[in-house]
C-alpha cells in the first residue's frame, strides 16, 4: 500500500538527510517550503531569507486556510506512489495530511549545539551567531494558528526520531533508525 511519510521538527536537526535517505528508498519528496519558495519567486523577494519565507507561509495561512500548503502538497499526488513531506510546521497541515491514506509523522530532533554545529559545517549563512539561531527556532514555535507551530507538529508524531551528534556515524545512525522504522511500517 502507498503511504505518506510526514517529516517535522527542529532547525538541523536531520530532517532533509531524512527526506533524501527516504528518496533513495523510491519514496518521492515533496516539501512544503518548495511550494513557499515558488511563491516567494513569484513575488520578487529573496527566496532564501528565513524571515522573508516565514512571513510568506503564515500569510499563506491567514488568507487560505492554515492546512493550505499540504492541501496543496496532495493536489499533486498520484495515489499509487510513496511520498515523503518535509516542512510540516502547522499543526493544520498534519490534520489535512492524516485525511490521507498510509500517513505517519516522524519527528526529528537533536541537542540544540549539535545542531548548531551542523549550521557551521555546511556554511548556513543565515545564522552569523549561535543567538540568531536559537531567536529563528523560537518564532517556530508560535501559537498563532496561521504561524509556526513547530513544537505542537513535533508533539503530534507517531515516530520520534533524535539524531544526536555530527558526521558520518551520526548519518549512519540516523539512516539505521529510518531502516527500522520502515521495517515497522511494513515498507
Do not use: W
Amino acid at each position: 500500500m502507498a503511504m505518506i511519510l510526514g517529516i517535522t521538527g527542529t532547525i538541523r536537526s536531520g530532517k532533509d538527510t531524512a527526506a533524501n535517505y527516504l528518496v533513495s528508498k523510491d519514496f518521492t519528496h515533496y516539501s512544503l517550503s518548495d511550494y513557499i519558495r515558488k511563491v516567494v519567486r513569484e513575488q520578487g523577494l529573496d527566496q532564501t531569507d528565513r524571515k522573508v519565507l516565514q512571513t510568506a507561509a503564515n500569510n499563506l495561512r491567514t488568507v487560505n486556510g492554515p492546512g493550505y500548503l499540504a492541501e496543496k502538497a496532495l493536489e499533486s499526488f498520484l495515489p499509487e506512489m510513496d511520498y515523503v513531506v518535509s516542512s510540516i510546521r502547522n499543526p493544520s497541515e498534519i490534520q489535512v495530511l492524516k485525511r490521507d491514506r498510509g500517513f505517519a509523522l516522524i519527528s526529528i530532533d537533536a541537542p540544540l549545539e549539535d545542531r548548531y554545529k551542523r549550521a557551521l559545517l555546511v556554511g548556513d549563512k543565515k545564522f552569523q551567531t549561535f543567538e540568531e539561531f536559537v531567536e529563528s527556532e523560537q518564532r517556530e514555535k508560535s501559537d498563532n494558528p496561521n504561524g509556526q507551530q513547530l513544537h505542537t507538529c513535533m508533539d503530534m508524531a507517531d515516530y520520534y526520531i533524535f539524531n544526536p551528534g555530527t558526521g558520518t556515524e551520526s548519518l549512519r545512525r540516523l539512516e539505521q533508525k529510518i531502516d527500522e522504522l520502515l521495517v515497522k511500517l511494513g515498507k
